[in-house]
């Protein structure tokens, strides 16, 4: 049985209860169960937490929280990684499909974007 006051929706304050229901001959078990969610409803209504158990209960949350990111942050960086490299594959298929002329065009025209990259940035200003 989990207790929490943080639960999705609307509602503040919430108990909810999970049963897994046996097959329909043993279902004459469930009734103590049933039989005890009153008690649990006056229990829970009745507890305080103490300041100490509230801290305790917030840094185990926000630790849940940093290790969920952390998780979905390794998750983005793992798809991001794996369509890079597919990406890379298939340029490189599509790059051994070309003719040599093409290849002889792309490596020019890669040459002459380093060079122009390479060439010293010059300012130009007018003098009066």
Do not use: W
Request: no cysteine; aromatic share 4%; glycine share 2%.
């Amino acid at each position: 049985m989990h207790v929490s006051d943080q639960l999705p929706g609307t509602h503040k304050k919430m108990i909810l209860f999970k049963f897994a229901l046996p097959d329909a001959n043993n279902m004459a078990d469930m009734t103590r169960l049933v039989a005890l969610v009153p008690y649990y409803i006056d229990l829970v209504g009745r507890y305080k937490l103490s300041s100490q158990a509230r801290s305790k209960t917030d840094a185990a949350r926000a630790k849940a929280a940093q290790e969920a990111y952390k998780e979905l942050q390794s998750a983005r960086q793992e798809a991001l990684q794996k369509k890079k490299t597919e990406r890379k594959k298939m340029l490189e298929e599509a790059e051994a499909k070309l003719s040599a002329e093409a290849i002889r065009k792309r490596e020019e025209k890669e040459r002459a974007r380093q060079m122009k990259k390479a060439m010293p940035k010059v300012k130009m200003t007018r003098g009066h």
